[in-house]
T-cell receptor, first 114, second 111 residues
């Protein structure tokens, strides 16, 4: 299996621009998680999907952030408009619903907003 | 928001020595996990310990859990240079289906 795939790996954009991060979970996994990692705040859970349905989005920082999972093999995290404080590494992880304790992480997308 | 706090924040040891990292958390849990993150990479699941377990082993890893103190420790025996990474604990806050990560311990193993 290819593992969790994220794209792009690096993104540099200007403040105010829309940013879309993409994730393809491991085939057969029905739970998907988006995390953000910064030096200041560590690794934060942003949103959690189960069977394509958002279960808990309480970690989403504000309305500028939105996440979708249109099908079992694809999810997006969108930031509109982006701000410099959004600069971070964004990770996607997937797992089986009955094994959410064993999450498989993607390589991450390093976002820089200037 | 973060759930766990790892201690120490950074640890540097010689190859062959044992490395011990600690994690403290605030709320009741069902499960606690440890993950490893190599520089520039995603996290890799190492081991899970349930709230009714006190100790668990996996290869050179030993994890203990003290729910009365709300703390856990990860011991890596006979460390290798390849163990150099950041190590995170993650707890579920009793939800069982979402995990919250600590701040991590950065381990450097000197060859």
């Amino acid at each position: 299996d290819a593992g969790v795939i994220q794209s792009p790996r690096h993104e540099v954009t200007e403040m105010g621009q829309e940013v879309t991060l993409r994730c393809k979970p491991i085939s057969g996994h029905n739970s998907l998680f988006w995390y953000r990692q910064t030096m200041m705040r560590g690794l934060e859970l942003l949103i959690y999907f189960n069977n394509n349905v958002p279960i808990d989005d309480s970690g989403m920082p504000e309305d500028r952030f939105s996440a979708k999972m249109p099908n079992a093999s694809f999810s997006t995290l969108k930031i509109q408009p982006s701000e410099p404080r959004d600069s971070a590494v964004y990770f996607c992880a997937s797992s089986l619903t009955d094994r959410v304790y064993e999450q498989y992480f993607g390589p991450g997308t390093r976002l820089t907003v200037t | 928001s973060q759930q766990g706090e790892e201690d120490p924040q950074a640890l540097s040891i010689q190859e062959g020595e044992n490395a011990t990292m600690n994690c403290s958390y605030k709320t009741s849990i069902n499960n606690l996990q440890w993950y490893r993150q190599n520089s520039g990479r995603g996290l890799v699941h190492l081991i899970l310990i349930r709230s009714n377990e006190r100790e668990k082993h996996s290869g050179r890893l030993r994890v203990t859990l003290d729910t009365s103190k709300k703390s856990s420790s990860l011991l890596i025996t006979a460390s290798r240079a390849a163990d150099t990474a950041s190590y995170f604990c993650a707890t579920d806050r009793g939800t069982g289906n979402q995990f919250y990560f600590g701040t991590g311990t950065s381990l450097t193993v000197i060859p």
